[in-house]
């Protein structure tokens, strides 16, 4: 089945340019960090730790990816709180096996997260890894709460983003990195519309249309 893999840092568009791409192609969409936070947000209504592993990947198993909400999984804390849990080799094994079923579905399917093009999909006929510099990340994050009526501050946004890339990047199983065959795009110079079209050139050419 074709899979376009879409990775890269939290807050660099990969969810907008993910979905555009799903609708264009026709193909089955995946925001695989739903199904992290999916799996936090579970713990945390249950008033269940955070930091056990077991418990947390039975929390995973039980995730339904028919039922995610990005409305209500995208609160800030419960996006810390997804982040904590993903370290966990348990949790990744399961999410994972949930991820490449939902991966097979025909006539193709668009995964974005951190580890589809190296872990859960290396075998996906194209590879993005979608990047943006710190600072355009938080600044974007930022406008969108005020946009949404929210409170933030600027310099806490840009410690978040910093914060969650060492925690995604650092970790050991499964971190944040370009797979070896990935088609880097920097969005930081980039509107959502450029970054579109530069994502469907590279798609087209990989797929041969
Ligand atoms: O993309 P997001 O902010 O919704 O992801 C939330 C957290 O989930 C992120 O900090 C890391 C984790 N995640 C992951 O480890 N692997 C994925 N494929 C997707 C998300």
């Not at 193909?27 to 960090?33: K, M, R, V």
């Not at 198993?61 to 039922?67: D, I, K, Q, T, Y």
């Not at 849990?85 to 193709?108: C, D, N, S, T, Y």
């Not at 990195?177 to 798609?203: G, N, Q, V, W």
Request: hydrophobic share 45%; net charge negative.
């Amino acid at each position: 089945m074709l899979t376009i893999a879409i990775d890269g840092p939290a807050a660099a568009g990969k969810g907008t340019l993910s979905r555009k791409i799903a609708e264009t192609y026709g193909f089955y969409h995946l925001d695989t960090g739903l199904t992290y936070r999916a799996t936090a947000k579970a713990l945390v209504d249950a008033g269940l730790p955070l930091d056990d592993e077991a418990v947390a990947a039975e929390a995973a198993r039980r995730v339904e990816l028919a039922g995610l909400d990005r409305t209500v999984l995208s609160r800030h804390e419960i996006g810390e709180a997804a982040s904590k849990i993903a370290v966990m080799p348990a949790v990744r094994r399961a999410l994972v096996e949930a991820q490449r079923a939902f991966a097979k579905r025909a006539p193709g399917t668009v995964l974005d997260g951190r580890d589809i093009g190296t872990v859960v999909c290396p075998d996906a006929a194209v590879k993005l890894y979608v990047t943006a510099s710190a600072e355009v990340r938080a600044r974007r994050r930022y406008d969108e709460i005020i946009a949404g009526g929210g409170v933030a501050d600027y310099d806490g946004v840009l410690a978040d983003v910093i914060t969650r890339d060492q925690r995604d990047m650092g970790r050991a199983d499964s971190p944040l990195k370009p797979a070896d065959d990935a088609h880097l795009l920097d969005t930081s110079e980039m509107s959502i519309e450029a970054a579109f079209s530069a994502a469907r050139a590279i798609i087209d050419a990989a797929l041969g249309r």
